[in-house]
């Protein structure tokens, strides 16, 4: 699945990250021992050389023999292995570098976007982290010392739980949301989906679907009761229109019974260059699929996934062209 060039080809991604070092330290010492070569080339499949990924600042793509398991620069966070499309979340919520700016990341092991929300905001303001399971809340708090995030609080329980009216989260303006999924734009899991072809199989995953896809709409939901929130953002790696484009239609469809003013950003706003968008077939209004983003493995070289911005707002001022 990983030739060169082939349709399985996913680059092995490496995001700088800014708590620690530099982009420009990062390169230097990763060019000289290594003698592997920062190139233009932002499709080189050429094992010594690397290139910075063209929609993800500070994402550097190598070749996917390179291991960095024993690379200081891993050892001391400033390297963090991360794949292109999980970086798309915390890029496109892009919560401002300001020490008021507050954020919340709901579903938060292993901490790979907390991290990058926590680079990008220059370590400033505030993320609470919320994690569910005891065990992934252990390798969160874990990932987020070693690359030094020093403006996250974590919480170990449900953030269905939270009380969106409680003082502490009066002023929170940014909220990623990157729930549990089915995986299945893994790509090394999707031998396994297209397999699937008992009927038995069929109706669990049916099932299992639906509760996935219940539970993510409940999570959208309750996220756009924050009262300051104005973007919230809503990632799955999953192919399942049932988790994605169904999830966003139910929610916008909810907004609208309750007379609230969240809409979908318009393209214009969520990566406008980015051919791969939402299935319009998929959704009440086709033009709201021009606002999602999809990750297609093999295409893009990238695990498949799935993006929605959500923003608060005069909905009747939108381009939704
Ligand atoms: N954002 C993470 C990252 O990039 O490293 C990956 C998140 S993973 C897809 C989803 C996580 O959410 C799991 O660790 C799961 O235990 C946790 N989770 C699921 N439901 C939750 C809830 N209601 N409250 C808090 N955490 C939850």
Redesign the pocket.
């Known amino acids: 699945a990983q030739s060169e060039g082939g349709s399985g080809y996913i680059p092995r991604y490496v995001r700088i990250n800014l708590n620690v070092g530099t982009l420009d330290e990062a390169i230097s010492a990763l060019a000289t021992p290594r003698r592997l070569s920062l190139t233009e080339d932002r499709h080189t499949t050429n094992p010594k050389e690397f290139y910075e990924d063209a929609h993800i600042p500070g994402l550097l793509a190598f070749h996917p023999s390179i291991s960095f398991q024993t690379e200081p620069l891993y050892l001391n966070g400033l390297l963090i292995l991360q794949d292109k499309a ?1 970086c798309l979340p915390a890029a496109l919520l892009s919560p401002p570098q300001s020490d008021k700016t507050i954020v919340i ?9 907390t991290s990058h929300l926590s680079s990008l905001m220059g370590n400033e303001g505030k993320i609470f982290a ?4 005891k065990h ?1 809340y252990a390798t969160l708090q874990k990932m987020l010392k070693k690359a030094q995030c020093r403006n996250v609080e974590t919480t170990c329980g ?3 739980d939270t009380n969106p009216l409680d003082e502490k989260y009066r002023n929170v303006s940014h909220i990623l949301l ?4 089915s995986g299945s734009g893994i790509v090394n899991r999707l031998d396994y989906l297209l397999e699937s072809t008992e009927n038995q199989e069929q109706d669990s995953q049916i099932e299992r679907l639906q509760r996935l896809s219940e539970f993510q709409l409940s ?1 959208l939901q309750h996220a756009m009761k924050f009262p300051a929130a104005e973007k919230i953002v809503y990632s799955t790696c999953s192919i399942h229109p049932e988790e994605n484009e169904h999830v966003v239609r139910e929610a916008l469809k909810s907004v609208e019974a309750l007379q609230g003013d969240f809409h979908l950003a318009p393209r214009s706003q969520v990566m406008p260059t980015w051919e791969r968008r939402g299935r319009s077939e998929e959704m009440y209004d086709p033009v709201d699929a021009e606002s999602l983003i999809r990750t297609m493995p093999g295409v893009d070289r990238t695990n498949g996934f799935f993006v929605a911005v959500f923003v608060r707002g005069d909905s009747t001022s939108l381009d939704k062209s």
Do not use: Q
């Open positions: 999980s990341d709901a579903t938060a092991a292993p901490g790979n976007k919320f994690e569910r399971d992934r449900d953030f269905l990157d729930p549990s999924c999570i």
